[in-house]
């Protein structure tokens, strides 16, 4: 049997036939281009420029860097724990007299400690924007995710939990004058039309894209509910010693599976007995942002950060998504416990 790692024509067959228009959103969700520019906007709201510090992880997509640096900052990583997120005891050492805010991110679905983080955040001052691109609907004591810093990004990816139909974005905020220069930047800067009172950019969240995510909203907590009854399935079915399966489920923290990533001590080998079991892998991420070429500039040393070089060589993502059928859930697990390490 041939398993896709996901498969969108799914849900668009399924759902085709029901889209139609739908009410404006909260004055505070500010819709933009993409989640990366969400995080560049809410940073640059925030003030934050040129020869500050921004405090964020390595084991994130390139894009929440990618937003770092748009506003001319300069990254600084905080190790992670085995959630995959912000250790907040490591994030402590990380901070200087440079650092203006503190980015978190929400991995694989899974909130990081937002209550510790805070704590280090606000005793010094230092605002919080959440990376939620990969979090809709994750919870902590309940609360969702987005609602406990200075403002939170959420990306509308097509593969997101609450995707589009292309790229889109949007930054929450509960500052009613953040949100509002949030939404002035995202159109060059304009008080008014043609009447620019700062720098800005073009990043507005087009209509059709609105509209979709108007209409696939509503879906969301329902779709959320079938991730975690494929994980469920997976947690029980999967019994391999040679493979560590997540969690998403810690204290008062519950994820909402946006990825279902293992770890393995030999991933090359793991993804080629996969393929050839028919299953579909993927790997978020390769390697920590610092060992980019691209951020070699930053001169970072890998030694300083022990969790990440001993989780990132070893993960793999396991399909998982809404429309996967029963029985290609029941091939992966197949497939994950044939295999010898």
Do not use: C
């Amino acid at each position: 049997m041939q398993v896709p790692f996901n498969d969108l024509s799914r849900f668009a067959a399924d759902n085709s036939s029901e889209l139609e228009t739908a009410a404006k959103r909260v004055a505070r969700a500010v819709g933009v281009n993409s989640g990366t520019d969400a995080i560049a906007l809410a940073l640059r709201a925030l003030d934050v420029g040129p020869r500050d510090e921004v405090v964020s992880v390595a084991n994130t997509a390139i894009a929440t860097i990618a937003a770092i640096r748009l506003t001319g900052a300069t990254p600084v990583f905080a190790d992670i724990d085995d959630t995959h997120t912000m250790d907040p005891k490591d994030l402590e050492r990380r901070l200087s007299p440079k650092t203006k805010a503190i980015v978190p991110v929400h991995l694989y679905g899974f909130p990081a400690d937002m209550p510790s983080i805070l704590a280090v955040a606000r005793a010094r001052g230092i605002p919080v924007v959440e990376d939620a691109a990969q979090a809709h609907g994750a919870t902590i004591e309940g609360k969702q995710v987005g609602n406990f810093s200075d403002a939170a990004a959420f990306s509308f990816y097509p593969t997101k939990n609450l995707g589009a139909l292309g790229d889109g974005g949007a930054v929450v905020t509960d500052d009613e004058a953040l949100g509002e220069r949030i939404r002035r930047l995202r159109a060059y800067g304009e008080r008014e039309r043609y009447d620019s009172v700062e720098e800005g950019t073009n990043s507005r969240l087009d209509e059709m894209q609105a509209a979709f995510l108007s209409w696939f909203l509503p879906k969301l907590s329902e779709r959320n509910a079938g991730r975690r009854e494929i994980a469920e399935k997976y947690l029980t079915g999967m019994k391999n010693s040679a493979v560590v399966l997540p969690v998403q489920r810690v204290g008062t923290r519950e994820g909402v599976w946006h990825l279902f990533v293992v770890q393995v001590e030999d991933r090359t080998r793991f993804i080629e007995h996969m393929k050839a079991q028919g299953i579909g892998t993927a790997i978020h991420y390769p390697k920590p942002i610092y060992r980019h070429e691209a951020y070699s500039f930053l001169g970072v040393d890998p030694a300083e950060y022990p969790a990440t070089e001993r989780i990132v060589p070893r993960i793999v993502s396991l399909p998982l998504f809404p429309e996967l059928r029963d029985e290609e859930a029941e091939a992966v697990i197949a497939a994950v416990n044939s295999y010898e390490a």
